[in-house]
């Protein structure tokens, strides 16, 4: 099953903050963040690989909660470069060695001046 | 990090017809994945790409239609067999970095147009 993301799109104006929430119905290992811009690839922001884990990458930061399966992204003081489609990506427990990404619904975000 | 060229970049395909994509990665890399993800959606693991070996297919894709080949630890190619408008896609190569923390260098992505 595919990994539930809130909200399905945002618009801020710059400066502002956001917070995207990833969800998964499966016990996680790992929790992965890409964010997509129209016509480009996924580009990797962060993993987080612990439960309660949170880790930080300029103005975006994350947190993992593994008991409730989920990761929440946070975006704060928003730059127009910060557009485009945001993607958590997870790994659980049940697909063996191979490490593979289950990528979720995704997050359109855009900002604004 | 991992520079990985793909192509075609982009194509327009006739139905029934076969396409193969190429993967290209700047350096040896142990696992290699093929994805495709179709306008505005989220991406979808075909399959992982395994050097020597048969490709592991994901619930819902199957090796007739979809051939990989991985002859090396820096080279695969997916082959999109017997088309339809269906299959028009973006496909994208994407590596694990080793080095890193795990995570995913994707490729620029291959556009096919089935008509």
């Known amino acids: 099953q595919q990994p539930v993301q809130s909200p399905q799109a945002v618009i801020l104006r710059e400066g502002e903050d956001a917070v995207i929430n990833c969800s998964s119905s499966k016990a996680l290992y790992s929790v992965h963040w890409y964010r997509q811009k129209h016509g480009e690839a996924p580009v990797f922001l962060m993993i987080?690989?612990?439960?309660?884990e949170q880790k930080g990458h300029e103005k975006i930061s994350a947190s993992f909660n593994e008991k409730k399966q989920q990761s929440s992204l946070y975006l704060t003081a928003s730059q127009l470069s910060y557009s485009g489609t945001y993607f958590c990506?997870?790994?659980?427990?049940?697909?063996?060695?191979?490490?593979?990404?289950?990528f979720g619904t995704g997050t359109r975000l855009q900002v604004t001046l | 990090s991992a520079v990985i060229s793909q192509k075609p970049s982009r194509d327009i395909c006739q139905r029934g017809t076969s396409l193969t994509i190429q993967c290209q990665v700047d350096s040896q890399v142990t696992m290699m994945f093929w994805y495709r993800q179709q306008p505005g959606q989220s991406l979808t693991l075909i399959a992982t790409?395994?050097?020597?070996?048969?490709?592991?297919?994901e619930s819902g894709f199957v090796i007739d239609k979809f051939p990989i080949s991985r002859p090396n630890l820096t080279f695969s190619t997916l082959t999109v067999s017997n088309m339809s408008p269906e299959d028009s896609s973006i496909y994208l190569c994407?590596?694990?970095?080793?080095?890193?923390?795990?995570?995913?260098?994707f490729g620029e992505g291959s556009r096919l147009t089935v008509l």
């Open positions: 987080l690989l612990k439960g309660g």
């Open positions: 994407s590596v694990e970095w080793s080095q890193g923390a795990g995570e995913l260098f």
């Open positions: 990506g997870t790994e659980s427990w049940d697909t063996g060695t191979a490490s593979k990404l289950t």
């Open positions: 790409a395994n050097q020597g070996s048969e490709a592991t297919y």
